[in-house]
């Protein structure tokens, strides 16, 4: 994940090693040496949530900042799941230490108070759960990304059904890499746990328009509810792409690390967007071209 751009770009190559520090200090293992595991294939899942999530928060915060030092400045940040809490810290509500942290804490949160659970992206519209009788029992619509492009939340125990009846319905279908159903009621019990440990959190008011893929809105203000409602609520990226096209459009930058939200998006761009979509990292690497390229069309 990002290793060329770890092994080639200072900046980001900075961002990494000072949030590797500050997980070693606070949860004893480091995020570099679980990203970068040479027993690891590109094949393996990475989906052991003490890792994944504060590796994926430092990937996106540092790709963030290396196209800052080269020059590239955001209008706004838009953030899904995780994601929403990296554009928060990028745009100076939360400080990066303690948005870090936070989110380095959250998965013993979920496994005290949560049963296993899976997030399934189907290659259909939400309207699937309602054609089924098994999808509408076991399942809820945790997340709606584009017209035909959904995510289902589902206990552990009713994955193989699930996957089983979309298999069935001819639908194309991937189980995401994270091991309860965020954004769906079978997180509720971690509620009270989750808010306590962010009480003491502090927000400032963001420097660039954050928008929100909970809210499909921009985000004036945060505060620990609203942080749950993150990880809880549904996520809207349709209609929050939606409502920025309404807005003119822009030039999407993806800084996941899978680029998989630019061929989410393009599913729904209409011909008549003037918008532009760039990946930067991929799993099979030529992030150096994306980069070059990206930092190119600013030039």
Not at 40 to 48: G, I, L, T, V, W
Not at 159 to 183: I, N
Request: with cysteine; net charge negative.
């Amino acid at each position: 994940m990002a290793a060329d751009l770890l092994n080639t770009d200072a900046v980001f190559r900075q961002w990494m090693e000072i949030g590797d520090r500050i997980v070693q200090d606070a949860q004893g293992f480091s995020p570099l040496a679980a990203i970068h595991d040479d027993a690891r294939s590109r094949a393996d899942a990475f989906d052991h949530l003490e890792h994944s999530h504060p590796s994926l928060f430092m990937v996106q915060f540092a790709a963030a900042k290396m196209l800052q030092a080269r020059g590239l400045r955001p209008d706004l940040l838009v953030g899904v799941s995780l994601g929403e809490f990296v554009a928060m810290s990028l745009a100076g509500m939360i400080p990066f230490e303690t948005a870090l942290k936070a989110v380095a804490d959250q998965p013993k949160t979920f496994r005290k108070t949560c049963q296993p659970g899976a997030l399934i992206a189907a290659l259909a519209p939400p309207s699937i759960r309602d054609a089924s009788p098994l999808l509408r029992e076991r399942t809820e619509i945790a997340g709606i990304n584009a017209e035909r492009h959904c995510v289902l939340a589902c206990e552990a125990e009713n994955t193989g059904a699930v996957s089983d009846e979309l298999r069935r319905l001819d639908t194309p279908f991937q189980a995401l890499p994270v091991p309860f159903a965020f954004h769906s009621r079978w997180i509720d019990g971690a509620e009270d746990t989750f808010l306590q440990a962010v009480s003491d959190l502090r927000f400032e008011t963001p420097f660039w328009p954050v928008w929100s893929c909970c809210l499909g809105r921009p985000v004036q203000a945060a505060d620990g509810p609203l942080l749950w409602r993150i990880v809880r609520d549904r996520m809207q990226l349709q209609a929050t792409f939606a409502a920025i096209e309404a807005d003119g459009g822009a030039h999407y930058v993806d800084l996941s690390p899978t680029g998989t939200f630019v061929a989410v998006l393009r599913q729904d761009l209409r011909r008549s967007s003037t918008s532009k979509i760039s990946p930067l990292m991929s799993p099979f690497g030529g992030d150096l071209k994306r980069l070059d390229a990206l930092c190119g069309e600013k030039a």
